[in-house]
């Protein structure tokens, strides 16, 4: 049986100031702010790893697509992880987790649209993927899953965060009409079938119509796309540094290497390679499928391990945001993403039509970065089918003003980010100014590194 936690999240309403260039009452509005502080202070393995599996159940509450009326949505882009899969790595010695990876839809979790998928992913040869995406699977089918193949759990995931996203964007706001075109989608996944089956999966329940002829699928060779721009001495020094600080951090974890130790005992093998084996990745999978650890002849693997391994993990990520090193990687790490986001973004400003409605199909490396690098520093790590949104919005009383809106798992982080803190504090809209995140990309996230542009940043070593 899975334990049920329930979050009481408290609101506050904050007046806000007159501006009466926009003609608002300001006993009218009022802007609902949660209280970040109302989640539980001590860390909670156990709790934190529920919050991480994302094991569909009631339906999701989000603030995408809200804005003033007068407002008109004029563009999305959404960068995702992909859903529940199975382990990367395997505990040696131990016998895997026994996931069936073939879609059902009479098993849990399912979805009203999970049989209709199946039988238009097996319909799929009209679609253009590049290179060696069209060689991959359209949707998981093996019996025992394959390492790092994407689950059940993980397809009814974001065929959610799909339907989810159409209620809002295309029921309402009619971001997509049922004519749409090819060209009105940006389309682009790493050459996992993760990652592919996963964007597949939203697409599916998002589009208006899903049709294959208007599928184009680009893949993407880096986990952090940094497509053409990957060249950047100085994000590897600042990684590898972090890597360093994960060391240093784990070595002196006293409880952690009594627990690797007995663990090594139980299934017979080095401590060394016990560690080496990355067992919490494993571990994780069994926790969120609610499989029982595995046993040996010696013993079993129990919750004990399991939670001071991933307490341990959620240390490194306090500490992460502590030390800075992983922001610096982050800044480097993600500007060629954040670049082409922004250009994209201001074209649709001057008027394009095209590529008004994006999706990026990535992992958690690629995520976790990205949140980093825009300041978001309350932000848990990136859960399965995570979702980051970049909605770009017309105010329809001065229609050449653009604004933007972010948003992690449904909730607006906007005003967590380091380019729009100060906006909110005396604006009365909602969003932020397009400029304020233009002029972060373009010029602000270099400033740390004394620097005037990415190649720059790239090649500048620090004092």
Known sequence: MYVVYVLYLSVHLIPVNPVREDGLNPKSRKRIMPDLLTEPPAIDPVYEAHVYCNIPTIAERSMEGHAPHYFKLVSVQVLIRHG??????????TKRPDIDCMLLPSRKPSHPQLEAFIKHMSKGSAAQMDGSLSSLARYPSHSLCEMGELTQTGVVQHLRNGQLLREIYINKHKLLLSDWTAKQLYLETTGKSRTLQSALALLYTFLPDFDWKK???????????????????????????????????????????????????IVGIPTRQLRASNPIDSLLCYFCHNVSFPCTKTGCIGME??????????????????????FLYALLATHPLLNQTVNRLQR?????????????????????PVLSALGITEARFPRFAARLVFELWQDGKRPKEHFIRILYNGADVTFQTSFCKDYYKRSIKPMCPLEKFVNFVKRDMFLIFNSTSYYDACRRRPL
């Open 84 to 93: 529940d899969r199975y382990p990367l790595y395997a505990i040696p010695k």
């Open 215 to 265: 599928i184009n699928m680009r893949h993407q060779w880096s986990t952090i796309f940094c497509s053409g721009s990957c060249d950047c001495p100085m994000r590897n020094h600042y990684l590898e540094e972090e890597q360093r600080r994960q060391y240093s951090l784990r070595v002196k974890n006293n409880d952690l290497e009594k627990i690797y130790v007995d663990m090594a005992k």
């Open 305 to 326: 391990h399991f939670k001071v391994i991933k307490r341990h993990q959620l240390e490194d990520e306090r500490e992460r945001q502590e030390k800075k090193l992983y």
């Open 348 to 368: 649709i400003a001057e008027g394009k039509k095209e590529e008004v409605f994006v999706l990026y199909s990535a992992h958690d490396v690629t995520l976790s």
